[in-house]
């Protein structure tokens, strides 16, 4: 396990990446679900993930590891819109012989359940093999895993899963520090079968150093798929390029499109998020160092490299784009420092609007935590945004936010809050009812208590199912797995939150 520390803007955001988990592929068989081991005091559960059906379950995944001892993913399900839980099973059990890295869950409008790893040899490291698993009884069941690529250059699967009957994997290919370029496998009757060659996708220009970087992907549930990606040419700044399937990944446009700005930006723009609205609209956020000039008391000039967020958007499928992004940020002139922005995420809704929301800062210290709202899918957007972290009752340091939606006009946020008395941790929450616009006077606090720094906390989770239940998880180290749920779309949390994991 590779525990990361970043310590940006004085806030300590833990973030663990389970790079060498020790696991064997545990779903052999249809009984293979088994109860997990006791915990020890050495035992931390992390980074869970969350799925949240439409007929009332609720679906847990997290990782169990007692570093250099044994790596377990565990599975609990509520089947009454979590009010109780079923005590957790594994699905993925230790084994000194097997690494398991990446994996990632999803689940259909029916309730099947999907699970994709990365899975190799302990031993040598140089064979990978790319596994899938499926649960089509809302996980009572596991069928065998199943093996979709092997070679000695597979990267780690991304996940998709439309509202139909398709399933989408795909994987980087290629030397780690080599060219890489994207593999897809798609299957279009709900994992039972898969296409048996798999499409590739290449960089856009011949001279790009690394290949594909920074890939993400998107659906829009009618066999179109979005990816895309970081790429840095020879002697040039990194640019954001786009690509588009119309037939479910098996094939792709001949030539990518630009959607960063054209020409060669001295800093350029890097790590991107998309997501998709019906009627063809696909939007893609990122980073990027934007240069700004200051006045000193002295009357010399200096120059300031701010990192700010900017958004693009296509309203025809993805095929053209404006030539300027939009810029997020707003940021008075005379700031002596450079700013910084982190933690960003992006979401859209059926109807056309867009929410983004980061934590921005100066001299290494986070200060705000920023909505921005656009009802026109991004060609315009609310100026200022709104400052989320002046709601919080303890006025602390944000960071790590993660943004959710409904179709009916609910956003909700969810962030970590770093508090001095109690010193440590707290999560939070807030919500609007108008598309963004407004927010509630004050957040609600999550977690039963703040917990000491040194507690290893995840990012919060957000989940809804659209009838105003919201689900809301995040780790705490060697205390568990902990859950919450509201049944009023946000307004009244439970008491006392749920800890899952733990005997």
Same mark, same amino acid.
């Given at each position: 396990?590779?525990?990361?520390?970043?310590?940006?803007?004085?806030? *300590?955001?833990?973030?663990?990446?389970?790079?060498?988990?020790?696991?064997? =592929? +545990?779903?052999?068989?249809?009984?293979? @679900?088994?109860?997990?081991? /006791?915990?020890?005091?050495?035992?931390?559960?992390?980074?869970?993930?969350?799925?949240?059906?439409?007929?009332?379950?609720?679906?847990?995944?997290?990782?169990?590891?007692?570093?250099?001892?044994?790596?377990?993913?565990?599975?609990?399900?509520?089947?009454?819109?979590?009010?109780?839980?079923?005590?957790?099973?594994?699905?993925?059990?230790?084994?000194?012989?097997?690494?398991?890295?990446? !994996?990632?869950?999803?689940?259909?409008?029916? =309730?099947?359940?999907?699970?994709?790893?990365?899975?190799?040899?302990?031993?040598?490291?140089?064979?990978?093999?790319?596994? &899938?698993?499926?649960? &089509?009884?809302?996980?009572?069941?596991?069928?065998?895993?199943?093996?979709?690529?092997?070679?000695?250059?597979? +990267?780690?699967?991304?996940?998709?899963?439309?509202?139909?009957?398709?399933?989408?994997?795909?994987?980087?290919?290629?030397? @780690?520090?080599?060219? $890489?370029?994207?593999?897809?496998?798609?299957?279009?009757?709900?994992?039972?079968?898969?296409?048996?060659?798999?499409?590739?996708?290449?960089?856009?220009?011949?001279?790009?150093?690394?290949?594909?970087?920074?890939?993400?992907?998107?659906?829009?549930?009618?066999?179109?798929?979005?990816?895309?990606?970081?790429?840095?040419?020879?002697?040039?700044?990194?640019?954001?390029?786009?690509?588009?399937?119309?037939?479910?990944?098996?094939?792709?446009?001949?030539? /990518?499109?630009?959607?960063?700005?054209?020409?060669?930006? #001295?800093?350029?723009? #890097?790590?991107?998020?998309?997501?998709?609205?019906?009627?063809?609209?696909?939007?893609?956020?990122?980073?990027?160092?934007?240069?700004?000039?200051?006045? *000193?008391?002295?009357?010399?000039?200096?120059?300031?490299?701010?990192?700010?967020?900017?958004?693009?958007?296509?309203?025809?499928?993805?095929?053209?784009?404006?030539?300027?992004?939009?810029?997020?940020?707003?940021?008075?002139?005379?700031?002596?420092?450079? %700013?910084?922005?982190?933690?960003?995420?992006?979401?859209?809704?059926?109807?056309?609007? *867009?929410?983004? %929301?980061?934590?921005?800062?100066?001299?290494?210290?986070?200060?705000?935590? *920023? !909505?921005?709202?656009?009802?026109?899918?991004?060609?315009?957007?609310?100026? /200022?945004?709104?400052? &989320?972290?002046?709601?919080?009752?303890?006025?602390?340091?944000?960071?790590?936010? !993660?943004?959710?939606?409904?179709?009916?006009?609910?956003?909700?946020?969810?962030?970590?809050?770093?508090?001095?008395?109690?010193? +440590?941790?707290?999560?939070? !929450?807030?919500?609007?009812?108008?598309?963004?616009?407004?927010?509630?006077? #004050?957040?609600?606090? @999550?977690?039963?208590?703040?917990?000491?720094?040194?507690?290893?906390?995840?990012?919060?989770?957000?989940?809804?199912?659209?009838?105003?239940?919201?689900?809301?998880?995040?780790?705490?180290? $060697?205390?568990?797995?902990?859950?919450?749920?509201?049944?009023?779309?946000?307004?009244?949390? @439970?008491?006392?939150?749920?800890?899952?994991?733990?005997?």
């Amino acid at each position: 396990m590779i525990v990361r520390v970043l310590r940006g803007f004085g806030l *300590l955001a833990v973030v663990v990446a389970l790079t060498a988990c020790a696991l064997q =592929g +545990g779903m052999e068989n249809e009984t293979s @679900l088994k109860t997990p081991r /006791p915990a020890s005091k050495a035992l931390e559960q992390l980074m869970p993930q969350l799925i949240v059906g439409q007929d009332g379950a609720i679906h847990l995944f997290w990782q169990a590891v007692e570093p250099r001892t044994s790596w377990e993913i565990l599975y609990a399900r509520s089947q009454d819109s979590g009010a109780t839980w079923q005590k957790p099973t594994t699905l993925l059990q230790a084994d000194k012989e097997t690494i398991v890295q990446g !994996m990632t869950v999803a689940a259909d409008a029916k =309730g099947h359940l999907y699970a994709a790893w990365r899975q190799s040899d302990q031993a040598t490291k140089k064979q990978h093999r790319l596994m &899938l698993a499926r649960s &089509l009884d809302g996980g009572k069941r596991w069928e065998p895993a199943r093996e979709l690529a092997a070679s000695a250059n597979v +990267g780690l699967p991304y996940l998709l899963v439309d509202d139909e009957s398709s399933v989408y994997v795909a994987w980087l290919e290629g030397p @780690l520090r080599g060219h $890489r370029h994207l593999q897809f496998r798609t299957s279009v009757d709900h994992g039972e079968t898969f296409t048996g060659e798999s499409a590739g996708l290449k960089w856009a220009d011949p001279t790009a150093e690394l290949g594909l970087v920074n890939v993400r992907l998107a659906s829009d549930g009618a066999g179109r798929l979005y990816v895309v990606w970081q790429e840095t040419a020879k002697g040039s700044s990194s640019k954001i390029f786009l690509n588009r399937s119309v037939d479910y990944g098996r094939s792709w446009a001949e030539k /990518p499109i630009l959607v960063s700005p054209p020409g060669d930006s #001295r800093f350029g723009a #890097r790590s991107p998020l998309i997501v998709t609205s019906p009627g063809g609209r696909v939007a893609v956020m990122w980073e990027q160092f934007d240069e700004r000039a200051i006045t *000193l008391e002295d009357g010399k000039q200096e120059t300031r490299l701010d990192k700010v967020l900017v958004v693009n958007r296509s309203l025809d499928e993805g095929q053209s784009w404006p030539a300027t992004p939009i810029r997020l940020n707003v940021i008075d002139p005379a700031t002596p420092q450079a %700013v910084e922005s982190l933690y960003w995420g992006l979401s859209a809704d059926e109807q056309g609007h *867009l929410y983004a %929301v980061w934590a921005e800062g100066e001299d290494k210290e986070l200060k705000r935590l *920023l !909505m921005a709202h656009s009802s026109d899918f991004g060609s315009s957007w609310s100026v /200022p945004p709104v400052q &989320l972290e002046r709601t919080s009752p303890q006025g602390g340091q944000p960071g790590a936010p !993660m943004i959710r939606h409904d179709n009916r006009g609910h956003v909700w946020v969810a962030w970590l809050e770093q508090i001095i008395r109690p010193a +440590g941790w707290q999560v939070l !929450m807030n919500g609007s009812e108008d598309h963004g616009q407004t927010w509630r006077r #004050r957040a609600v606090f @999550l977690a039963d208590s703040a917990q000491p720094p040194e507690i290893i906390r995840s990012a919060p989770m957000i989940r809804a199912d659209g009838d105003g239940r919201l689900f809301v998880a995040w780790s705490e180290g $060697r205390h568990g797995i902990v859950i919450t749920r509201s049944v009023d779309g946000g307004r009244s949390w @439970l008491p006392q939150p749920v800890r899952i994991g733990l005997p």
